[in-house]
């Protein structure tokens, strides 16, 4: 069980600008979230997949935002055009497959600063 | 809709003595209820879980959380504070009746003197 990691840990990009980033999971986890937090914030909810299908996304997600998870292993979060508003810290987290109360193994996140 | 309430931004305890973390919560089937920590500089990390049974739930590191139906609480309790508890301890909520949504506290910062 090497845990969840996450790349880039940083990223500073020009608003404007496109952005992605990565999460592994845990090998045998086929569940898969990604969040955003703020400073002084609990993570956000974005999204959530389970195997390569993605079940519910959130609302506050902008167009811009974009997640996919192509064979149900490594995950990938797009922001276009990227807005000052948009720098936070992105957090992957994945769970077990079978019981429904399952907690969650966070990654280290990626810092997101948009200049 | 789902939500959490942590009311204190930050705890302040003596180490040794007894501490407690708030968390009120809002869903609309019955509740999965979590406690997480966040220490400086490192991921968070899962400590503890109420699915169902017993209203006392024991994780790890000796904290344990009790969860109250009628008051809609599942508060972080643990007898004696050590100074490396100090962290952020976040409290979060997922609908067992559907969805995978998980709603966060917006955190309280536990902070134990010597």
């Known amino acids: 069980d090497t845990g969840v990691s996450q790349d880039p840990r940083h990223k500073i990009t020009k608003r404007g600008q496109n952005v992605t980033f990565r999460c592994d999971p845990i090998?045998?986890?086929?569940?898969l979230y990604w969040y955003r937090q703020t400073l002084g914030q609990g993570p956000e909810f974005l999204t959530y997949f389970q195997n390569e299908a993605q079940l519910e996304k959130s609302r506050l997600l902008s167009d811009r935002f974009s997640a996919e998870r192509p064979k149900g292993s490594f995950s990938t979060l797009e922001i276009q055009r990227t807005e000052q508003g948009d720098s936070a810290m992105y957090l992957c987290a994945s769970g077990p497959r079978g019981e429904p109360g399952y907690e969650q193994y966070f990654g280290p996140g990626t810092r997101l600063t948009v200049t | 809709a789902q939500s959490v309430a942590q009311p204190e931004d930050q705890v302040n305890v003596a180490e040794g003595n007894p501490l407690t973390v708030k968390c009120t919560y809002s869903?609309?089937?019955?509740?999965?209820l979590f406690w997480y920590v966040q220490y400086p500089n490192r991921g968070l990390q899962f400590l503890l879980k109420?699915?169902?049974?017993?209203?006392l739930v024991k994780g790890s590191y000796g904290f344990e959380a009790e969860f109250n139906k009628s008051q809609t609480s599942f508060h972080l309790k643990k007898p004696s504070a050590l100074v490396s508890d100090s962290a952020l301890y976040f409290c979060a909520v997922r609908d067992a009746t559907g969805g995978f949504k998980t709603i966060f506290g917006a955190g309280t910062r536990l902070f134990v003197k010597a």
């Open positions: 090998s045998e986890h086929n569940r």
């Open positions: 869903v609309s089937g019955n509740p999965y």
């Open positions: 109420y699915i169902t049974g017993d209203n």
